[in-house]
C-alpha cells in the first residue's frame, strides 16, 4: 500500500506527538477516529454565478480523519489530519464533478476543569490544507499548493469504560487557496479562493490507560 504525501506527513505529525507525550504518565493521552459532514459556506458553496471564484458550486460531502493529542489538566495541544470530499452541483457540472480537499492540523485544546463525566471543549488551530477538483462540461482539473489557515472547533469527551471516548465535535474551517488549471497561466495578481466549510463530526477516541480519562 502506498500512502500521499499528505497522509506520511499527518503520521509523522500524530507519531510526534504521541512518542513526546508517552513518557509522562501524568499527561493526558489520546488518539482518535472520526467521520462526518462538510458543509460549505461562502462562494465556496455559491451557485448563482456572482461569485467571482473558480472554487465555487462546492455540494455538501463527507469525509473522514484522525486526531491525536496530549493535555496536563485543562489545557492540550492536538494535531490532526483531515481528508474532506465535495461534489460540485454547478449545472455546468458533470457526473465526475468534485472537489477533495486534504491536509493537517495543529493546536490548541481547552477542556473544563473538573471531574464532570462529560467534558466540554473548544480548540483552534492551523490547518495546512490542498485542494484538487474536476469541474465543467470538460471535467477541468484543477489543484492548488499546501496553504495556511485556521480552524475553530467545540466538542464533548463522552467515556465509555475509562479508557475510550465518544466525540462529537463541530468545526468552522477557513481556507485560502491560489489555484493552478492546465493551459491558463496564473500571475502574481491572481486572486486567492476561499474553501471555507463546517463539519458535523462524530468519533471514537483511545486515552492513555494509566491516566484513566482524567485529563
Known amino acids: 500500500m502506498t500512502f500521499s504525501k499528505s497522509v506520511r506527513i499527518s503520521l509523522a505529525v500524530l507519531g510526534s506527538a504521541v512518542i513526546a507525550a508517552a513518557p509522562a504518565s501524568g499527561q493526558g493521552i489520546y488518539l482518535g477516529l472520526r467521520g462526518g459532514a462538510g458543509i460549505p459556506t461562502g462562494d465556496f ?14 455540494k ?4 473522514y ?9 485543562p489545557i492540550g495541544v ?3 489530519f483531515d481528508h474532506m470530499n465535495f ?16 491536509g493537517v492540523t495543529a ?10 463525566f462529560v467534558r466540554p471543549w473548544i480548540k483552534g488551530g492551523v490547518t495546512f490544507n490542498e485542494l484538487k477538483g474536476g469541474y465543467g462540461a470538460s471535467s477541468t482539473e484543477l489543484t492548488t499548493e499546501r496553504n495556511p ?4 472547533g467545540a466538542g464533548l469527551d463522552i467515556p465509555i469504560f475509562g479508557l475510550f471516548s465518544i466525540y462529537p465535535q463541530a468545526r468552522y474551517v477557513g481556507q485560502n487557496f491560489k489555484y493552478d488549471i492546465p ?16 463539519t458535523f463530526d462524530l468519533g471514537l477516541s483511545v486515552h492513555n490507560p494509566l491516566k484513566s480519562m482524567k485529563r
Open 78 to 80: 492536538y494535531a490532526g
Open 45 to 58: 458553496s455559491n451557485t448563482d454565478g456572482s461569485s467571482s471564484s473558480t472554487l465555487d458550486a462546492a
Open 87 to 102: 461534489d460540485c452541483e454547478s449545472s455546468t457540472c458533470n457526473s465526475d464533478g468534485k472537489y477533495k480537499l486534504q
Open 149 to 152: 489557515g485556521y480552524e475553530i
Open 60 to 63: 455538501s460531502g463527507f469525509g
Open 183 to 198: 493551459g491558463v497561466t496564473n500571475t502574481a495578481s491572481t486572486p486567492e479562493s476561499k474553501a471555507n466549510y463546517m
Open 107 to 116: 493546536g490548541i485544546r481547552l477542556s473544563l476543569p473538573g471531574k464532570m
Open 65 to 73: 480523519g484522525v486526531d491525536a493529542g496530549m493535555g496536563i489538566g
